[in-house]
């Protein structure tokens, strides 16, 4: 071990202690978080500052749980799980269909069209919050899970990112099979996408979390307790409970719990549709 230290570059070494006190300092606030969601409140507001719990305790999650406090946790949930996978699998076939279009096929204007399209990443997001919103008044669907599934389907980045991995699919796929009389729709749905699924699930993994996380939109389109997100819930906690830490930071564990593992059991399809999407035309 001590021969394989001195061969060793000492760049090398810098960079990977570097990198270990860094992924220390990302992690100390993660631990001190859970740590605390196992504290009573006595223990938190004390006056020494502990990363271990002395006395362990399951108190906060039952009382997250509990129908005492009036929280509807596994109702937040349920809604959050929900709205994230039905949005996700929305914008996976919206923004599949449009990247073929631009990848696969010729019609005039195609690339301007791609251009004024990419243009439109410039322009903040949140711009389109109030024509949406009134939009979404008008046909009704306030505090319902449909106002926060449907708008934002057509993801400018989700077209670019599928349309580069098209891109690196050789075009000769696509001939063999119009030869055998397979249309647009049929090499679209049974050879680009199989072929295309490490970008698939990359932008799914994307979307589900940035789904799972908002809480600007759900925010304005939600007024009932009911209709609400496991994100907003959470947030409910800080003005309903007396600041009780433990139970807010009980309720953010299990907010992050799902999109967590989401990302660990696909991060390497994730990286591997990003790699692979560096592709040019």
């Known amino acids: ?52 719990p002395k006395i362990p305790t399951l108190y906060n999650y ?23 996978g039905m949005h996700t699998l929305l914008l996976l076939f919206v923004d599949s269909l449009a ?4 990848a696969r096929m010729q019609f005039r204007g195609r690339q301007s069209i791609f251009m004024a399209l990419m243009a439109t990443m410039m322009i903040p997001g949140v711009i389109n919050f109030i024509p949406n919103y009134v939009i979404v008044e008008k046909i009704g669907w306030l505090d319902t899970p449909t106002a ?9 980045f989700g077209i670019f990112l599928l349309r580069q991995f098209f891109l690196g699919i050789p075009k000769e796929i696509d001939e063999s099979a119009r ?11 049974r050879l680009i996408l199989p072929l295309a699924k490490p970008a698939l699930l990359a932008l799914a993994i994307l979307t589900f979390m940035g789904s799972w996380n908002d809480y600007l939109w759900p925010l304005i389109v939600t007024n009932r307790d009911e209709a609400k997100t496991l994100t907003l819930g959470v947030a409910l906690l800080f ?16 907010a992050a719990v799902p999109p967590a593992l989401f990302f660990i059991f696909g991060q390497r399809y994730f990286v591997q ?4 999407a560096a592709v040019k035309e």
Request: charged residues 10%.
């Open 239 to 254: 003005s309903r409970y007396n600041y009780q830490r433990g139970v807010i930071l009980a309720g953010t564990c299990l």
């Open 179 to 189: 030869i055998d009389g397979a249309g647009n729709f049929t090499i679209y749905s």
């Open 62 to 84: 039952e009382y997250v749980f509990s129908a005492r406090a009036n929280i509807q946790i596994l109702r937040w949930m349920l809604n959050s799980v929900f709205i994230s």
């Open 1 to 52: 071990m001590l021969k394989k230290l001195k061969h060793l570059n000492p760049w090398h070494l810098f960079l990977a202690l570097l990198l270990i006190a860094l992924a220390f300092l990302w992690l100390m606030p993660l631990w001190f978080a859970v740590a605390t969601s196992f504290k009573y409140e006595a223990e938190i507001y004390g006056e020494t500052l502990t990363w271990i």
């Open 273 to 276: 549709g990003i790699t692979f």
């Open 148 to 156: 926060m599934i449907i708008p934002g389907l057509s993801g400018v």
């Open 99 to 102: 990247a073929y279009a631009y």
